[in-house]
């Protein structure tokens, strides 16, 4: 009894460590929203002004000029800050990464608002998901935690982060499971749940409880169309697969620029001048296309060039390395593929207009997970994100299809893949910090029987245990591991992205 006693007041303080970091991610994410919203309508009136009135078209691009500069000092200051963050948070859990959380804070704050709230085609998910992993990873540092307390607390963080975001705390939990651990944790669940449901209260206090994308009711898909959804989950697959690998070679033709890495967001910021005087509904990251389209139907060859303008300036401001995310961008992109393929089915199997709206949620999801690799985490993002739960099973059907055909295709998760290109930049070195961290064997994987003295691990690092059902032992060189064993590893700080590669691969 005595130890039971003991183990429960320690999930009660994980949850009350939940709960603290739920509330101060609720806060900051919560003003990091505002503050683009105000933002964003500013320049929206700046442009209308400058459409009227030309003569100050000069100055405002002096103004744009000014804070693309303050931009580009803070992520040449602190370079952790470029892009989503959320393969920065995936490294730092998995230790590859050693992460300055004051200083990743405040200028991704300011950063991510300047940028995001300028107009270009940036989302704020990414930024909040690591301005809610830097407040755990604070909270943490405050209370005197270990390295397994940082990183329950930064996942938690991470977690309130997306919450507090999009309304939606579920897929905040799922995310950081499926996502960045790819395990389920009695601990882990329980903070992430604790800081996620909290800070989708905060959230809630400030915008309303309203869905982030309030699109109406949406009628049943008939069964009789479901076809559709499998032909409409292969063509997102293939548009995934395409936009991830455009997305992985725009930073090469960045650096054939003749001007320094950080200064390459001056692109975007130039771009985005003609865009607010001459076609102001293609600002943002995107939201504002979803509810166009979402609205009423417009024509196939519309739909065509909105897509192809969206594809190219989102890669043109993610891949100059500004702080802003992808998931708003993709979902509408998404959105715009599946009234492309709603408009086409129409026409060809005289579907139902009224399903259109169908096709753009179901889209929405299916190209998220065609990019993301995490069909769960889509289905309850759109889900919640749209307050359409009579829609799982169509929605779960697009998604299903898009993972499996995305799998077939090679497409990797894409911040795991931003990731492996940023550890890639770093110089390995003999570090002489030891770092530990863990492995689940994968069913029929070659670890899945396999004898530890056939194990070779490379630079040095070593199997000390294996956890199995609720057993730990130390291996010895017979052990033969099972599907499920959760191996931990030892290795030296410098080389754990290299071990990591190399246990991957055999797993």
Known sequence: MKKLNVFEWSKISYVAKGLLVGVIVGIVVSLFRVSIELMLTFVRDVYSFLRTEPVWIIGWVFVILIIAFIISIMVRDEPDIKGSGIQDIEGQLHGILKLNWFSILWRKFIAGVLGIGSGLALGREGPSIQLGGAVGQGVNHFLKGNKSQQNILISAGASAGLSAAFNAPVSGIMFILEEVHHKFSGVLL??????????NFIAYQIFGVQPALDIGALLQFPLEHYAHLVFMGIFLAVCGWAYQEVLMVMPSLYRKLPIPPYLHGFVPFLLIIPIGLYLPEMMGGGTGVITLISGQRLSTLLLIGIFLFRFAYSHISYGSGLPGGIFIPVLSLGAL????????????????????????????????????????????????????????????????????????LGSDPVYEELL???????????????????????????????????????????????????????????????????????SDSGFVSEVKKYLDKIN
């Open 420 to 490: 492996q290109r940023k550890i890639h930049q770093i110089p390995k070195v003999f570090e002489g910090a030891v770092s530990e961290f863990q492995l689940s064997v994968e069913p029929d994987s070659d670890l899945d029987g396999m004898m530890a003295r056939y194990l070779r691990l490379p630079y040095g690092s070593k199997l000390i245990k294996v956890k199995r059902h609720q057993n730990e032992f130390i291996p010895h060189q017979d052990t033969v591991f099972w599907a499920g064993d959760e191996l931990y590893f030892t």
């Open 190 to 199: 329980l903070t992430a749940f604790s800081a996620s449901i909290t800070a």
């Open 337 to 408: 593929l599946g009234a492309i393929y709603g408009n086409g089915a129409l026409w060809v199997t005289g579907i139902e207009d009224i399903f259109i709206r169908s096709f753009i949620i179901y889209a929405m999801g299916g190209l998220l997970t065609a990019v993301t690799k995490a069909p769960l985490t889509a289905v309850m993002l759109i889900t919640e994100m749209t307050g359409t739960v009579t829609q799982l099973m169509p929605l779960a059907v697009v998604c299903l299809t898009s993972y499996v055909v995305a799998d077939f």
